[in-house]
Structure formats: C-alpha cells, structure tokens
C-alpha cells in the first residue's frame, strides 16, 4: 500500500504513514507526543487579567481563572429598555436579545395587540394577535373543514392516471390505488455504484443516500479516505468518504465555535426576530424569543396536554349556557391571567388550587405564585375590579362538588347583578 506523506505537530520533521494510520495530529515520536501534551500557553482570564496557562486544545474565545470569574461573567447584568414601555432595568446579556418587559403588566398589554386579517375560506374580516397569524387564517372550524376537504386533481406517480385527493392528503409520491404503490416500491431499477459506478439494478424501498453493487465495493468506500476543507478555518484535512457530510470540521474547537455561530429566526409567538443557532433552528419548526413567549404559546395554543383544570372546563361551559353577556376565559386583560372575568359587570374570579397555598414543586416556584397573586388583587383594586377568590386545594374529584362549586359560581354572580341594579333587558337568564 502506498504512503502518505506528513508533518509532526511538535517538531515539524517530515514523515510517511499508511493513510489509514493518519489522524488530525501526527507525531514523528512519543516524545513528540509527550511534549505536544504537557505544553501550555501563558493567556489572560476574560475577567479579571490574571495570567494563567492552559494547553493549546483548551483555548476558548472567554478563558477564566476560575468557577469565581466565569459565574460573576455569566451574571453580569447590563441597562436596558422595556420594549413596551420604554422604562429602564437591569437584565443578563445572554438574555437581553428577546423581547423584554419590566413587568407582567407590560408583557400582557404587548400580547393585546390585535391585526386585521382575512379568512382563508370566505375572506370574512377577522382581529387577530400577530403572534397567532399564519399562512391560513380561518374565522372558525367550519371554513377550516372545508378548506381541508377542498379536493385537487393530481397524476399517480406510476401509470400516470389523473385522480383526486384532498389537500391535506397530498405528498411527493402519490398513487391512485395501493397496487400502483406496491409495484412502484418493489420494481427494480437501475442505478450507479457510489464508488466504481457500474451500473445495477436495486429495488426503491432498498435504496439509500449511498448505494453499492457489492460488499467489496461498500469497504473499500469506508476505508477510502478524502482530503476536504474545515468548514469554520479552511484548513485541509483527511476524511474517510462515509464520514464526509454536509458540514465538516478538523477539530472539536472549530466544530464548536461553528455551532456558536447565531442566525436570525422569528418567534413563534410573537414574531419577533431574534438570534439562535443553525442546529437548533432545524431541530424544531417552533421557536420561541423568551420563556414568556413560551408560557403564552403553552395557555392558549398547544396541542398536548391541558394546562386548564376539568372545574374551569365545566365553569365555562355552563356559563356559557346562561348569561348571554361576554364573559372572558384565561384572559390578560388587566396585565395578569384571570380564570373568569366579567367586563360587565366588574367582576373576577380566580380558581385557586393547592399549588397557590403550598410550596409542591419548590419554594421558589411558590413565592413567585404568591407574588402574582398579590400583584392580581392590586391591579383588580385600581380598575374597580370585584376580585373573588374559590379555594378549590381541598376538593376531591367528586361530580358532587364540582356540581356544587358551578352553582357557588352562578349565584356569585348573580349576587353582583343585585348589587348593582342592572336593568333586566341587559341580562337573559335562562330559566
């Protein structure tokens, strides 16, 4: 077998090896190979100036002396400017290219903002949040079903025979029967060897990005061996051929300092642009600028799961059955989530489980709940607000008592209709 020609990482004589004993580093000796490990380099902590040594492997755009310097680093807060209401704070750099907010208030008034818009189906004009605003906007469910069940005419992929199928049903390989599909997936076609190109026959559900007419022909491509270029430094380096990928890299630094590298994404949410990196950006089609964002697509528009109690889902529905007046569900119209709040009469209702009353995850979590809590109550008392509090923490599953907490939540409102006199003609009770 031939050899190739290198250079030592240490020393820089010139030597030959096989090409499959040549690696990234290559040493003529291991002395060469000792003293290439245990050489450092004197460098400066990002932080503090204070010199210290570190091997040429370890080097990094921020070098620290310390777990001291590198958290103090980390947790440095820098002036900036709520994006609502333009008051100054304090926040993390790390954090500071998402949207920022310096309160609840301000963030639930951000996400109020409503766009006129047009449905998909019967171009009827309808208010939306921009963070909710796709390609199809639909104004409900039935124009939905029948923009799905909207049918096209299309060719099968085999015998060419015109059929039709629902939009939603169309993909790149389409076939009029299963027939069609099975005899395109197991007819055999021609196609060229990745390494000696001769031409074979292979069926199509056989086939892969790299195709080879033997085993032989398979190894040698494995052991093969090809220079190409570091896509972060340029720099050559030798790589087997089913290693070679759309992105390659001569070292773990490169490799990592090409992933650092950040590209303009929008928030799923509330489209605003922001910086995250390439792999994490093709990992999921959803991305979100902040963790706010995050709780806010988790509330109103996730589809796993429920964030709502089974009570809140009985409340709304029964509600909905008697008063013909509007009545809010999980809304930020005061700045913070109310369960049920009733613009018409001035009145609020919050469900409160055992999670607003003991610290069940940790008492980090439980401070913070109770802190809202408090804000809510303030916030309800400057706009008149009759806030009501339902401690449901001691309730079982029982339909007894969820029965009797819907009646407890009809004649609190009732009670405030009295309250306030309201004239019969704008409020319909069903009997």
């Not at 069609?180 to 021609?190: D, I, N």
Request: glycine residues 2%; charged residues 30%.
């Amino acid at each position: 077998m031939e050899e190739a020609n290198y250079i030592c990482a240490q020393c820089g004589i010139q030597g030959y090896k096989k090409p499959r004993e040549l690696r990234e580093r290559n040493f003529c000796s291991q002395n060469c190979w000792g003293e290439f490990r245990s050489k450092k380099l004197a460098i400066n902590c990002s932080l503090c100036k204070t010199e210290i040594f570190v091997r040429p492997s370890k080097i990094k755009e921020n070098n620290f002396c310390s777990k001291e310097c590198w958290y103090k680093s980390k947790n440095k807060k820098e002036k900036i400017n709520c994006d609502f209401c333009n008051n100054e704070m304090y926040k993390v750099p790390d954090k500071s290219n998402t949207n920022n907010f310096c309160s609840l208030k301000c963030y639930g008034n951000f996400k109020n903002q409503k766009q006129k818009i047009n449905c998909k189906f019967c171009s009827k004009e309808i208010y939306k949040s921009p963070a909710f605003v796709k390609e199809n906007n639909f104004c409900s469910l039935k124009c939905y079903g029948n923009f799905n069940n909207k049918h096209q005419k299309i060719n099968c992929k085999l015998c060419n025979k015109e059929v039709s199928k629902p939009l939603s049903k169309i993909g790149e390989n389409n076939f009029c029967s299963r027939e069609c599909a099975y005899e395109f997936h197991f007819t055999k076609k021609l196609i060229n060897c990745d390494f000696c190109n001769i031409e074979f026959s292979k069926p199509a559900y056989e086939m892969y990005e790299n195709n080879f007419c033997s085993r032989r022909c398979h190894f040698k491509f494995r052991s093969t061996k090809k220079l190409v270029n570091c896509d972060f430094c340029n720099n050559q380096i030798l790589k087997q051929l089913s290693k070679i990928g759309k992105h390659n890299f001569c070292s773990k630094d490169c490799c990592n300092k090409f992933i650092d590298q950040k590209t303009s994404t929008e928030c799923f949410v509330c489209s605003k642009s922001f910086y995250l990196a390439p792999y994490r950006i093709k990992a999921s089609s959803r991305h979100f600028c902040s963790v706010d964002c995050f709780s806010e697509f988790k509330r109103t528009k996730k589809d796993w799961g429920s964030t709502r109690s089974k009570l809140e889902v009985a409340i709304e529905e029964h509600l909905k059955n008697i008063f013909s007046f509007d009545i809010l569900f999980n809304k930020r119209e005061i700045g913070y989530e109310l369960d049920i709040y009733i613009p018409h009469i001035n009145l609020a209702l919050e469900i409160n489980g055992i999670f607003h009353y003991k610290p069940i995850y940790d008492e980090k979590h439980f401070l913070r709940t109770q802190h809202i809590d408090k804000e809510k109550s303030e916030e309800c008392q400057k706009r008149n607000i009759k806030l009501v509090i339902i401690d449901v923490s001691n309730d079982g599953k029982s339909k007894i008592i969820q029965a009797q907490r819907i009646e407890e939540v009809v004649k609190i409102i009732n009670d405030r209709i009295e309250e306030l006199n309201l004239e019969p003609e704008l409020i319909e009770l069903s009997e």
